[in-house]
């Protein structure tokens, strides 16, 4: 992977034969999604926001992971988005912190702007495997063709009850289930 990092970013990303089963995306941004002032107010001071993960957030995450793995017989991978992407231990930080869905093997998108909507097209454009995806942000701006995939999570509080539901439904997942 070191070796591809060092090319073009859209040349970067390294075609990988297709899975046994189909193949979902989780983008995911972390700040306001992930990581959430919620959190850390309610963990307490000296926590730091970039090392408070909200446990309630990342509860729904991984459900809805699993649901959707059940719900499609399809496995469920989770590429990045965040600005936190370029650091080196965020995998393991967000692994140390209760992520149970598995990385994809290109588990970040490019830093080429202009915008992440942008950075997401070029990342599925390189991966003509994925079935399907969700892009879980706080940015609301994300272009026309990505309305339907966005769950825009409420800033300061991050993954809802309310996001969580509407993935549920793009699915299919009946309530109960």
Excluded at 51 to 61: H, K, S, Y
Excluded at 77 to 89: C, E, F, G, Q, W
Excluded at 154 to 161: A, Q, T
């Amino acid at each position: 992977m070191a070796e591809t990092e060092k090319s073009s970013p859209t040349k970067a990303f390294k075609r990988t034969r297709q899975p046994k089963k189909p193949l979902i995306v989780f983008f995911l941004d972390l700040d306001d999604v992930l990581i959430t002032h919620r959190a850390s107010h309610g963990i307490g001071p000296g926590t730091g926001l970039f090392n408070t993960i909200d446990p309630v957030a990342m509860g729904l995450f991984n459900r809805l992971a699993e649901k959707v793995e059940k719900k499609t017989g399809a496995e469920v991978r989770v590429v990045l988005i965040s600005a936190k992407r370029n650091k080196s231990s965020i995998k393991q930080m967000l692994r140390r912190n209760g992520l149970k869905p598995k990385f994809h093997r290109d588990w970040r998108t490019d830093f080429n702007g202009p915008h992440r909507s942008f950075e997401v097209d070029r990342w599925l454009a390189a991966h003509p495997q994925v079935k399907d995806y969700q892009i879980f942000d706080d940015i609301s701006d994300f272009r026309p063709h990505h309305k339907e995939r966005h769950v825009c999570c409420p800033g300061y509080d991050g993954l809802s009850w309310e996001n969580f539901q509407q993935v549920k439904r793009y699915f299919g997942i009946k309530p109960g289930e």
